[in-house]
Structures are given as structure tokens and as C-alpha cells.
């Protein structure tokens, strides 16, 4: 076990002073110390909580973990860095103990924080070290290694040997988990002479343990052996039975691995001896499966098939599934060896059909090559043939085919689609070297119409004046027509960069699900699971009903651009109702109440696509319409300075303030339990903007309905006024036509 109340290691000679009295009477007891917690309050109490919190921290993990979560608490009224920290490190600590390896990750990294803040070196190297044994106990190899060296700089800056040592040993074992084996040497090797140099045996025979596996690794088991030998001195010195035992069996693995058999057996069996004694069954039946891998490579099948036997006992008592499929893998190998053919088919099988229940691939991947043997041995090389398949197959879906596929097709289309977009700005470029050349066309005429204009000016001084004026504004003019359409452009390509991306996007998600499902259907067409294709066919219709719904709508948003009709009067009022209409089915089905205005004015616009933007705001208000009993949608205008604002009110489930700008982007979409495609305000916004108008949304938040509200710019000469002056703006006559917000 580790010490952690190392990095006090600064303050240790003050600590010394100031403990010298208490230490002539030894420390209290923890249960004194507990007893004495119901007469405290406030910032002693805390400080008693903390110190529990690290007493108990071996012993009793539940409470340490309550007291910790008091003292937490009990900071909040009395707030203090140190003890803060202190705490924050110490409960890291209990919880990787714990085997909560999240929480202690997340109270490490508030440690990190807050000693970085502080600029407490020892308490900012314990906090790195936890942050790093968290990420490595979560397989999180990279970070470990990290926030491991960062903790080694520190320890060694605050000169606290001990931590260095258990910080470099940490560094080599996140190294040697990423196959980095010479780096993870070089780490344990320094850990090792730290741990010598502070007299720390437990440490050193650790470490040496981790070089012998280190040195197996690298396929150089004399050297491993000569590790774990060193350690085995200490352990068996040290009284530590379970390391003995551990370290026997390793030593066995390796003398396996040089081929020397007997003398596997022998470390292999003293393992066994003391693990009998203890009684921990998991590991008896791991080395009882050992032992019969050896007897059964030697030949001795009768003692293998003991050995094999006893492990596989235990293993089903236990209910370990993967054990129980690797021990009948071994039997099936006897069977195999002594030409039984029926029963190494069987136990073959038997360990196939486990480890397919289980998903252990690499165990199923084992079993179809061992049955592909055993029939080829019995001559039956069809099903040896089958068997191979299967083996391969396995082992190709460890590979994950797939995967590769996927990356390499994603690959392929990224090219594509850099090539596309470089052809567009090539493109793009080609046009504006033509409208510069046009530039320059339009100011040499100009040159010569000037030049004209002397020539006649010299005959007609009267005219001279006003002719050159005109000249001169002509060019201007035009130059500033070129530079705002320079500029319409760089705004376009910007827009058509985004677009391209977000529809590559959201098309690709329904791709790769038929994709999946393909897969999956040719695999359920072959197994002849009937129900499951029916499923896998019913998702690829509706992933492909989706994108087909996609494309429609794209394709309408596209059309925006290039359709417009002639623009004519429009009742606005009159188009409400028609839009209504259209939508009456939903708006019927929902129980909508819906109210238009009486004295909705005329505008001049694209008729047909005002009614496209009527449709989707109406239809949006009664799909989003939440669970509202009294669900009611209107329709109405109001003025607002120079501007006429039409509104879209419904009191359904509202929009929060911070997706008031999103809810118009392409594809976006809220909740996507409710049926869309996210296109629907897009095409609402390019045509409003296409008319030179804005649309915006208004809305107090979640369940308090919303507002759509539009204008129509300049152009669209809203002839309000002319018609419906007298009636006009609802919001000036008191009118009800504006159901509020709500
Ligand atoms: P969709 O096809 O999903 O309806 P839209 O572009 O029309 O796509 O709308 C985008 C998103 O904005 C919707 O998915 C929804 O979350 C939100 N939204 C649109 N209109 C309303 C509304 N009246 N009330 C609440 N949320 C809305």
C-alpha cells in the first residue's frame, strides 16, 4: 500500500517540533478520535472530519467516504484553501482505493485546480499523481503517462524521494500498457533505484515484478526470471503470501516460455500449494489450468486431463464463463492428442459455443481453428474447410474490416470533397479576373468617351459641363456595383463552404446506418433469422425515407435561388387562410384555435413563396405545440417604426433565448423526438431574406410559446396602408388579432 502523507514532506521537520509532545504519548486512537466528533462543531469539527477522512482511509472506506462528504459540505461555511486541498487529495485517494475511479478523477483534477492556483507544489504533485492512477485505472493510458511525468518534476523539485519513486513507476506502467517497453524500462529502472535509495522494499519488489513482465514482453524471459526472482527474495522475506504466489506463477510463464517444462511445473505447483492454503479459488484455477497447458504441450495427456479437469470444476462452481471456455479448449487439445476424436469434437464445440454466447471473440477465433484441425485430422476436410472460413472470418471482424473500410471510404470522400471545393474556388477566381477585365473594358470606354466627350466639348461648350458629370457618375456607378458584388460573393462562397459541410454531414448519418444494416442483413439473410431481416430491411427503409426526405427538402431550399416569380399583390390575410387550409389536417387533429387578423395589409412579393413561408411557420406552431391543453395559434402584424412586422403567435413549448439564432440554421433541430428534417425555418429565412426582409424569433423561454415575426424590406412596398389604413395595426385599434406570448 502507499503513503500518501508524503508531501507534508516540506513541512516534515516543522511537524516534527510541533508533534514532539504528542508523540511522547502516542497518537489517539481513531475510534477516540471519532468519539470525540459529536462535541465539535464548526472549524474544529472539519479539521477532526478531514483527519478521519485520512485515518480511515485503509481501513474503512464507507466511512471515510462520509466523513469526507461532511467535511465537504461543512467547507462551504467555512471556507479554507488548505484544508480544501488537503481534503479534495484525500478523497481522490479513498475513491481510487475504491475502485471509483470517475469521482476520483474528477476530485483530482479540483485538487489539480486549486493547488495550481495556491502554488502548493506538494499538494499539486499528490493531485496529479491521483489525476494519473484515476486516467490509468480507466485505461486511459496517454493522459496517465501526462499527468504521471508532471508529478515526478514536482516531486523531484520538492525533493520527496518517496513520491518520485511511485511516480516513475506509475510513468513505466502506462508506457508498457501503450507497448512502449523500452521507455517503460528506462522508468522502472530510476523508480527502482528510488525506491533502493529510500529503503523501500514493498516498492522495490514492485517494480522489480513490473521489469520481469517488462522483460517478457520483449521476448527475453532468462532476464524476467532474474527480476522476478529479486522480488520473489523480498516477498518471501517480507511474509507478503499472495505476492509469493504471484510471483511463483510468473516465474512459471516464463520458464514455460524458454520451453523448460519441468521447471514451470515446479514454480507453477509451489504457487498452487500456497494458494491452496489461502484458499482463493479464482487463482487456483487459473494455475491448475496452467499446469495442465504444460502437461498437455508435453504430451502427458492423462495429467493434463487432471489438472484440466480440477481447473474446470472450479471454474463452472464459480460461474466464470470465459475460464470455463479456455479450460475446454485445453480438454478438446487432450482429447485431440490422444485421437479421441468424437469427444475433442465435442469439448470443442462446447468452448466454441461459450465464447460466442459471451462475445470472446479471440476465444471463438481459437476454438474454429482447433475444430478446423481436428477435422482435418479426421479427414472430414469439408467441415475442416467451414471451420478455417470461420476462423478467418473472426479474425477479420477482430480487425474490424469494417472499420477500416469506413475510415478509408471517409478518406476517399474528404479528397472529394477538398477537390470540389478547390475547383470552386478556382472557379470563383476565373470569374472575378473576368469581371476585373470587364472593369477594366468599362473604364477604357469610359477614357474614350471622355476623350470624345474634349472633342465635342471644343464644338459644344455648353454641353462640355454637364456631359463629363455624367461620365464620371456613370463609372462610379459601376464601380460600385462591381465592389458590392465582390463583396455578395465572398459572402456566397462563405455561405456554400458551410452549406456543403453541414449537408455532407447530415446525409452521411442515414448513409452509414444502411450501411450498418446491410451488414447485418446479409449476415441475418445467411444465419436465416427471418424476424431479424425483417427488422434490418424496416431500418434501411426508414433510413433511406429519411434521406429522401432530405433531398427533397434541400432541393427546395435550392430552388430558392433560381425560381422567382414575378412578383404581384399579395392579401397577406388572404394567404394566411390558404396556408391554414393546407395545414388544416394537423391544426384539426391538434385542437388548434387559430386567429387571423381581419386587417392583415397587402404586400408585393413571390406569391408562392410567401405561402411556403405562411405554411412552415403555421404548421411549426402546431407541431411544437407541447402539451398544451389550450393550444391556440394567431396571426396578426403590427408597425414598428418605418417597418411592418408580421407575427406568428402560438403558446406552445417555446424556444429557449440561446437557440433563438440556431432554430433558423439548416438541419437544426431541437428535439429530435419530433419528426423533422431541420430545414424548414432555413428555406423561411432565405426566402424572407430573398424578398430583403429579416425574420427573427420571440419567445420567453421553455413552455411559454412563441413568437415568428417577419418583415418584408423596401421592395415588398407593403400597400398597407393604401387598403387598410383605417383598419390597420391591430396593436394601434386595441384589436385581439395578437394572442400574447405565453
Ligand atoms: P423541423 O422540420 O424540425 O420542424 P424547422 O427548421 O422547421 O425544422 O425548425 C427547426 C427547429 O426549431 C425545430 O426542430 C424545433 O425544435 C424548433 N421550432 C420551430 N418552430 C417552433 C415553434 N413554433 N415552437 C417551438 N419550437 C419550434
Same mark, same amino acid.
Given at each position: 500500500? $502507499?503513503?500518501?502523507?508524503?508531501?507534508?514532506?516540506?513541512?516534515?521537520?516543522?511537524?516534527?517540533?510541533?508533534?514532539?509532545?504528542?508523540?511522547?504519548?502516542?497518537?489517539?486512537?481513531? /475510534?477516540?478520535?471519532?468519539?470525540?466528533?459529536?462535541?465539535?462543531?464548526?472549524?474544529?469539527?472539519?479539521?477532526?472530519?478531514?483527519?478521519?477522512?485520512?485515518?480511515?482511509?485503509?481501513?474503512?472506506?464507507?466511512?471515510?467516504?462520509?466523513?469526507?462528504? @461532511?467535511?465537504? =459540505?461543512?467547507?462551504?461555511?467555512?471556507?479554507?484553501?488548505?484544508?480544501?486541498?488537503?481534503?479534495?487529495?484525500?478523497?481522490?485517494?479513498?475513491?481510487?482505493?475504491?475502485?471509483?475511479?470517475?469521482?476520483?478523477?474528477?476530485?483530482?483534477?479540483?485538487?489539480?485546480?486549486?493547488?495550481?492556483?495556491?502554488?502548493?507544489?506538494?499538494?499539486?504533485?499528490?493531485?496529479?499523481?491521483?489525476?494519473?492512477?484515476?486516467?490509468?485505472?480507466?485505461?486511459?493510458?496517454?493522459?496517465? $503517462?501526462?499527468?504521471?511525468?508532471?508529478?515526478?518534476?514536482?516531486?523531484?523539485?520538492?525533493?520527496? @524521494?518517496?513520491?518520485? #519513486?511511485?511516480?516513475?513507476?506509475?510513468?513505466?506502467?502506462?508506457?508498457?500498457?501503450?507497448?512502449? *517497453?523500452?521507455?517503460?524500462?528506462?522508468?522502472?529502472?530510476?523508480?527502482?533505484?528510488?525506491?533502493?535509495?529510500?529503503?523501500?522494499?514493498?516498492?522495490?519488489?514492485?517494480?522489480?515484478? +513490473?521489469?520481469?513482465?517488462?522483460?517478457?514482453?520483449?521476448?527475453?524471459?532468462?532476464?524476467?526470471?532474474?527480476? &522476478?526472482?529479486?522480488?520473489?527474495?523480498?516477498?518471501?522475506?517480507?511474509?507478503?503470501?499472495?505476492?509469493?504466489? !504471484?510471483?511463483? +506463477?510468473?516465474?512459471?510463464?516464463?520458464?514455460?516460455?524458454?520451453?523448460?517444462?519441468?521447471?514451470?511445473?515446479?514454480?507453477?505447483?509451489?504457487?498452487?500449494?500456497?494458494?491452496?492454503?489461502?484458499?482463493?479459488?479464482?487463482?487456483?484455477?487459473?494455475?491448475?489450468?496452467?499446469?495442465?497447458?504444460?502437461?498437455?504441450?508435453?504430451?502427458?495427456?492423462?495429467?493434463?486431463?487432471?489438472?484440466?479437469?480440477?481447473?474446470? /470444476?472450479?471454474?463452472?462452481?464459480?460461474? /466464470?464463463?470465459?475460464?470455463?471456455?479456455?479450460?475446454?479448449?485445453?480438454?478438446?487439445?487432450?482429447?485431440?492428442?490422444?485421437?479421441?476424436?468424437?469427444?475433442?469434437?465435442?469439448?470443442?464445440?462446447?468452448?466454441?459455443?461459450?465464447?460466442?454466447?459471451?462475445?470472446?471473440?479471440?476465444?471463438?477465433?481459437?476454438?474454429?481453428?482447433?475444430?478446423?484441425?481436428?477435422?482435418?485430422?479426421?479427414?472430414?476436410?469439408?467441415?475442416?474447410?467451414?471451420?478455417?472460413?470461420? &476462423?478467418?472470418?473472426?479474425?477479420?471482424?477482430?480487425?474490424?474490416?469494417?472499420? $477500416?473500410?469506413?475510415?478509408? @471510404?471517409?478518406?476517399?470522400?474528404?479528397?472529394?470533397?477538398?477537390?470540389?471545393?478547390?475547383?470552386?474556388?478556382?472557379?470563383?477566381?476565373?470569374?472575378?479576373?473576368?469581371?476585373?477585365?470587364?472593369?477594366?473594358?468599362?473604364? $477604357?470606354?469610359?477614357?474614350?468617351?471622355?476623350?470624345?466627350?474634349?472633342?465635342?466639348?471644343?464644338?459644344?461648350? &455648353? +454641353? !462640355?459641363?454637364?456631359?463629363?458629370?455624367?461620365?464620371?457618375?456613370?463609372?462610379?456607378?459601376?464601380?460600385?456595383?462591381?465592389?458590392?458584388?465582390?463583396?455578395?460573393?465572398?459572402?456566397?462562397?462563405?455561405?456554400?463552404?458551410? *452549406?456543403?459541410?453541414?449537408?455532407?454531414?447530415?446525409?452521411?448519418?442515414?448513409?452509414?446506418?444502411?450501411?450498418?444494416?446491410?451488414?447485418?442483413?446479409?449476415?441475418?439473410?445467411?444465419?436465416?433469422?427471418?424476424?431479424?431481416?425483417?427488422?434490418?430491411? =424496416?431500418?434501411?427503409?426508414?433510413?433511406?425515407?429519411?434521406?429522401?426526405?432530405?433531398?427533397?427538402?434541400?432541393?427546395?431550399?435550392?430552388?430558392?435561388?433560381?425560381?422567382?416569380?414575378?412578383?404581384?399583390?399579395?392579401?397577406?390575410?388572404?394567404?394566411?387562410?390558404?396556408?391554414?387550409?393546407?395545414?388544416?389536417?394537423?391544426?384539426?387533429?391538434?385542437?388548434? %384555435?387559430?386567429?387571423?387578423?381581419?386587417?392583415?395589409?397587402?404586400?408585393?412579393?413571390?406569391?408562392?413563396?410567401?405561402?411556403?413561408?405562411?405554411?412552415?411557420?403555421?404548421?411549426?406552431?402546431?407541431?411544437?405545440?407541447?402539451?398544451?391543453?389550450?393550444?391556440?395559434?394567431?396571426?396578426?402584424?403590427?408597425?414598428?417604426?418605418?417597418?411592418?412586422? *408580421?407575427?406568428?403567435? /402560438?403558446?406552445?413549448?417555446?424556444?429557449?433565448?440561446?437557440?433563438?439564432?440556431?432554430?433558423?440554421?439548416?438541419?437544426?433541430?431541437? =428535439?429530435?423526438?419530433?419528426?423533422?428534417?431541420?430545414?424548414?425555418?432555413?428555406?423561411?429565412?432565405?426566402?424572407?431574406?430573398?424578398?430583403?426582409?429579416?425574420?427573427?424569433? %420571440?419567445?420567453?423561454?421553455?413552455?411559454?410559446?412563441?413568437?415568428?415575426?417577419?418583415?418584408?424590406?423596401?421592395?415588398?412596398?407593403?400597400? =398597407?396602408?393604401?387598403? #387598410?389604413?383605417?383598419?390597420?395595426?391591430?396593436?394601434?385599434?386595441?384589436?385581439?388579432?395578437?394572442? @400574447?406570448?405565453?
Amino acid at each position: 500500500m $502507499r503513503c500518501r502523507w508524503r508531501y507534508r514532506g516540506a513541512g516534515a521537520l516543522l511537524a516534527l517540533w510541533l508533534l514532539a509532545p504528542s508523540l511522547l504519548f502516542a497518537q489517539p486512537r481513531v /475510534d477516540q478520535l471519532e468519539a470525540r466528533l459529536s462535541d465539535l462543531a464548526g472549524r474544529e469539527r472539519l479539521e477532526l472530519l478531514i483527519e478521519l477522512t485520512a485515518r480511515y482511509r485503509k481501513k474503512d472506506r464507507n466511512k471515510a467516504v462520509a466523513f469526507g462528504t @461532511e467535511a465537504l =459540505d461543512l467547507l462551504e461555511s467555512f471556507p479554507d484553501r488548505d484544508l480544501e486541498l488537503e481534503l479534495l487529495n484525500q478523497l481522490g485517494l479513498v475513491h481510487i482505493r475504491a475502485g471509483k475511479y470517475q469521482e476520483a478523477l474528477r476530485y483530482g483534477l479540483r485538487a489539480e485546480r486549486l493547488a495550481r492556483v495556491a502554488d502548493d507544489k506538494p499538494a499539486l504533485a499528490f493531485a496529479l499523481n491521483n489525476v494519473g492512477d484515476a486516467h490509468r485505472l480507466l485505461d486511459e493510458y496517454d493522459p496517465a $503517462r501526462e499527468y504521471s511525468l508532471e508529478a515526478t518534476e514536482l516531486y523531484r523539485q520538492v525533493e520527496d @524521494e518517496a513520491g518520485l #519513486a511511485e511516480s516513475l513507476s506509475d510513468v513505466g506502467v502506462a508506457y508498457r500498457r501503450v507497448g512502449d *517497453f523500452s521507455k517503460a524500462l528506462e522508468y522502472y529502472l530510476r523508480s527502482h533505484r528510488a525506491y533502493e535509495d529510500i529503503g523501500d522494499r514493498k516498492g522495490a519488489a514492485r517494480v522489480l515484478n +513490473n521489469l520481469g513482465i517488462v522483460y517478457r514482453n520483449l521476448g527475453q524471459p532468462e532476464n524476467a526470471i532474474e527480476f &522476478y526472482q529479486q522480488a520473489l527474495e523480498i516477498r518471501e522475506q517480507d511474509g507478503r503470501k499472495i505476492s509469493v504466489a !504471484r510471483l511463483l +506463477n510468473n516465474i512459471g510463464v516464463a520458464y514455460e516460455d524458454m520451453g523448460q517444462h519441468a521447471q514451470a511445473i515446479d514454480y507453477y505447483s509451489r504457487a498452487l500449494e500456497i494458494k491452496e492454503k489461502l484458499g482463493n479459488e479464482r487463482a487456483i484455477a487459473r494455475t491448475l489450468n496452467n499446469i495442465g497447458l504444460v502437461y498437455q504441450q508435453l504430451g502427458k495427456f492423462d495429467d493434463a486431463a487432471s489438472f484440466f479437469g480440477r481447473s474446470l /470444476d472450479i471454474k463452472e462452481r464459480l460461474g /466464470d464463463e470465459k475460464g470455463t471456455a479456455s479450460t475446454l479448449f485445453g480438454i478438446a487439445a487432450v482429447h485431440r492428442g490422444k485421437s479421441e476424436w468424437a469427444s475433442a469434437l465435442d469439448t470443442s464445440n462446447r468452448s466454441l459455443e461459450i465464447a460466442t454466447r459471451i462475445n470472446a471473440r479471440d476465444s471463438a477465433q481459437r476454438s474454429y481453428l482447433q475444430l478446423s484441425e481436428i477435422y482435418t485430422e479426421m479427414g472430414r476436410y469439408l467441415d475442416a474447410l467451414e471451420a478455417f472460413k470461420k &476462423y478467418e472470418e473472426v479474425k477479420s471482424s477482430i480487425f474490424d474490416e469494417g472499420n $477500416r473500410e469506413i475510415i478509408a @471510404e471517409m478518406q476517399a470522400r474528404f479528397e472529394s470533397d477538398r477537390k470540389e471545393k478547390e475547383i470552386e474556388i478556382l472557379k470563383q477566381r476565373q470569374e472575378l479576373d473576368t469581371m476585373e477585365l470587364k472593369r477594366q473594358a468599362l473604364m $477604357r470606354r469610359a477614357l474614350v468617351g471622355c476623350v470624345g466627350l474634349l472633342l465635342v466639348v471644343s464644338l459644344l461648350l &455648353y +454641353n !462640355r459641363y454637364r456631359l463629363k458629370t455624367r461620365a464620371a457618375l456613370v463609372i462610379e456607378e459601376k464601380n460600385l456595383e462591381l465592389e458590392h458584388y465582390l463583396t455578395e460573393l465572398e459572402a456566397k462562397n462563405a455561405e456554400m463552404e458551410k *452549406f456543403t459541410y453541414t449537408v455532407s454531414h447530415d446525409l452521411k448519418s442515414p448513409l452509414i446506418t444502411i450501411r450498418g444494416f446491410l451488414r447485418l442483413l446479409e449476415k441475418d439473410m445467411l444465419a436465416g433469422d427471418a424476424e431479424r431481416v425483417r427488422d434490418d430491411v =424496416d431500418r434501411v427503409q426508414a433510413a433511406t425515407g429519411k434521406m429522401s426526405r432530405l433531398i427533397d427538402e434541400l432541393l427546395k431550399l435550392s430552388r430558392i435561388g433560381r425560381v422567382t416569380n414575378a412578383p404581384e399583390e399579395v392579401a397577406v390575410g388572404e394567404l394566411a387562410r390558404e396556408a391554414a387550409d393546407l395545414v388544416s389536417g394537423q391544426i384539426d387533429e391538434r385542437g388548434v %384555435e387559430v386567429e387571423i387578423a381581419a386587417d392583415l395589409p397587402i404586400v408585393v412579393g413571390d406569391r408562392a413563396r410567401l405561402l411556403e413561408v405562411m405554411q412552415n411557420l403555421i404548421e411549426n406552431g402546431v407541431k411544437y405545440m407541447g402539451d398544451q391543453e389550450d393550444p391556440r395559434l394567431g396571426i396578426s402584424w403590427r408597425r414598428a417604426g418605418e417597418e411592418v412586422v *408580421f407575427r406568428v403567435s /402560438d403558446n406552445g413549448m417555446g424556444i429557449d433565448r440561446r437557440y433563438h439564432q440556431k432554430v433558423f440554421g439548416l438541419f437544426e433541430r431541437l =428535439d429530435p423526438s419530433i419528426d423533422g428534417t431541420g430545414v424548414g425555418l432555413a428555406l423561411v429565412k432565405r426566402i424572407i431574406e430573398g424578398h430583403g426582409g429579416r425574420v427573427w424569433v %420571440e419567445s420567453e423561454g421553455a413552455g411559454h410559446g412563441s413568437t415568428f415575426c417577419f418583415t418584408l424590406g423596401k421592395n415588398a412596398g407593403v400597400s =398597407d396602408l393604401a387598403e #387598410a389604413s383605417d383598419l390597420s395595426d391591430s396593436s394601434r385599434s386595441g384589436g385581439i388579432t395578437e394572442p @400574447e406570448a405565453r
